[in-house]
């Protein structure tokens, strides 16, 4: 079940696995919300907690053009916030060419700032610190960019890092 509103209650109500993702990893309050999931979690059909952490994750050579990545899928959601629509992922450049109002500015930097996009200490540090201030059994690392060929070199450096 996913962790929205009021989701982790229910997970732990029924004996459901909870996966958490977006921007509840960085709520004060998420400790609160998985102490609250692991201590009225009720068993059914022998289940146990699970908690998955699920959250998109780049890597580059560079914090800098790690974040450039994360760029085409944060720019489609924070025009999809203004528009109702997530649309296709654009090129980096098309979207630096844009010229963004304040409110889409703000949208992006908070977007790129929760990203985990990063060189591949960066990455490292941030899943492990995850982890660990989740207890998460499980990390689902998925990631979107518009170059097809950085995201594949992405994955490939995720892999690896993962070894």
Not at 28 to 44: N, S, T
Not at 88 to 93: A, G, K, R
């Amino acid at each position: 079940m996913l962790a929205t509103g009021r989701g982790a209650a229910v997970a732990a109500a029924l004996g459901l696995p909870l996966v958490l993702g977006g921007p509840v990893l960085d709520r004060p309050e998420l400790a609160d919300v998985l102490a609250g999931y692991r201590r009225d979690f009720r068993p059914h059909r022998g289940s146990r907690p699970h908690v998955t952490v699920s959250l998109d994750v780049l890597v580059a050579d560079t914090d800098a053009d790690a974040r450039e990545l994360a760029l085409p899928e944060v720019w489609a959601m924070a025009r999809s916030r203004r528009t109702g629509v997530f649309d296709v992922l654009e090129p980096i450049d098309r979207i630096r060419g844009t010229r963004w109002d304040d409110l889409d500015a703000r949208r992006v930097e908070q977007g790129l700032a929760a990203a985990t996009a990063g060189r591949p200490a960066t990455v490292r540090r941030r899943l492990e610190r995850l982890a660990e201030r989740t207890g998460a059994d499980e990390l689902l690392a998925s990631g979107a960019t518009y170059d097809r060929a950085a995201l594949a070199a992405s994955d490939a450096a995720l892999a690896a890092l993962l070894r």
